[in-house]
């Protein structure tokens, strides 16, 4: 039954498991499970999962291999099946979107919504980001113990689930971490926390789109600033803002870590009508709010006609997105409820819907060090299903030799 290097690759989203084909498929390897790589191994002694943090990012489908042998593949660019019902979802969702009285409702006060998200689903909600120092290295650098002083904000905070993991591995006796969301109540759950420690870590109550700074943070004085999953809670009304108010903290040579929702994740495809607020901007259904990223989109919103720089490894494949990718989190199954890191399906995006209009180019140009689409194909292989996830992943700094704005 094994295809030949000429013949094109199976159909396999309409195949069944058979027994027998999965057993040959793992009596084909000569080595013991121990001798196999640890990505590729379903021993609980050479596996993975045995890794803290979880090393995703190195698990390639190949054409030989049996898509559902395993329950995720790495960087898998999706089919065209795929394509074609997402390009079906957004014609449905365009036909019924959010109307212009819940438009004001959801827009007008988003701060309600977030503290009713952070009020219903406490800490124990949420995981760890135990992925942080593997995807953005100058974190390792900032906590090292001889490292001095070292000022990290991280905007939308929530609970502390990137600001404690940072804290925890921390020996550098001079760093502060700001963190700061725009929910009072992720900031009260923040400093319940028995972890909190007001010498290394200040929670406080900001927005980032505001015309303030964070409380205690002075222009020109952070090394990192950390957005995770939170420029999508914003409208693209407020981008200009929120990029203006980082190049302010930032010193010069300072970085962005950046990390957010690709265009054509699943988590976009699967809203259905009265959730669409404007292309590639929804309302969820605990009613907050999510933005959908296009490559092209974040260059012209970080770096205005800037170019990226990017990485290319050994074999000629594109790493300007680290190749151990941060998934390890999924918050419980909701309505909707997307806190920023579920692991659900990926896609490549610039390829489904309309553009959003480009905003003006912001005064405040970043270096756009590395910037690219991070992608993961699930399987349901009880039900034969093949889904995809795809995040944006980026560094961007402030020049050197750039004057406080």
Not at 16 to 29: A, F, G, L
Not at 95 to 101: H, K, M, N, R, W
Not at 291 to 297: H, P, W
Not at 363 to 384: A, Y
């Amino acid at each position: 039954m094994a295809a030949s290097s000429q013949d094109p690759p199976p159909d396999i989203s309409s195949l069944s498991i058979n027994p027998t084909m999965e057993s040959s498929v793992q009596s084909i390897p000569l080595q013991t499970p121990t001798e196999l790589p640890s990505h590729r191994s379903h021993n609980l002694t050479n596996n993975l999962k045995r890794s803290d943090p979880f090393k995703f990012g190195s698990r390639y489908l190949e054409p030989t291999d049996d898509v559902f042998e395993f329950n995720a593949w790495d960087h898998v660019v999706p089919d065209s099946a795929y394509h074609t019902h997402c390009e079906a979802q957004y014609t449905f969702q365009r036909a019924s979107p959010v109307s212009d009285f819940d438009k004001a409702r959801f827009n007008d006060n988003p701060a309600k919504w977030w503290n009713q998200f952070y009020s219903n689903n406490t800490s124990n909600f949420f995981k760890d980001r135990k992925w942080l120092h593997q995807e953005f290295p100058i974190l390792s650098k900032l906590t090292a113990k001889d490292a001095g002083p070292s000022t990290i904000l991280e905007v939308g905070a929530g609970a502390g689930n990137t600001a404690f993991p940072i804290l925890k591995a921390n020996d550098n006796e001079e760093l502060m971490i700001h963190a700061c969301d725009f929910s009072k109540k992720a900031v009260e759950l923040i400093r319940a926390n028995a972890a909190y420690d007001p010498e290394h870590m200040q929670a406080s109550v900001w927005d980032i789109s505001s015309e303030d700074l964070p409380p205690g943070v002075r222009e020109g004085s952070v090394d990192v600033v950390l957005l995770v999953f939170i420029f999508s809670a914003l409208s693209p009304k407020q981008w200009d803002a929120a990029v203006s108010n980082v190049w302010r903290v930032l010193k010069p040579g300072g970085e962005v870590c950046f990390r957010d929702y690709g265009k054509g994740d699943l988590t976009q495809v699967r809203f259905k009508k009265g959730r669409l607020l404007e292309d590639n901007f929804y309302i969820r259904g605990d009613g907050t709010r999510v933005y959908f990223f296009e490559e092209v989109e974040l260059k012209r919103i970080w770096g205005g006609t800037g170019t990226v720089n990017r990485e290319i490894g050994a074999n000629g494949e594109d790493r300007s997105v680290s190749s151990g990718t941060a998934r390890d989190e999924q918050p419980k199954d909701t309505d909707e409820v997307c806190t920023g890191d579920e692991v659900i399906p990926d896609r490549a995006l610039g390829v489904f819907g309309t553009e959003h209009t480009p905003s003006p180019t912001p005064k405040s140009t970043f270096e756009i060090v590395s910037l690219g689409v991070d992608r993961r194909m699930l399987v349901n292989r009880q039900k034969q299903l093949k889904m995809y996830r795809c995040w944006m992943q980026g560094q961007f700094k402030k020049p050197y030799g750039t004057a406080l704005d």
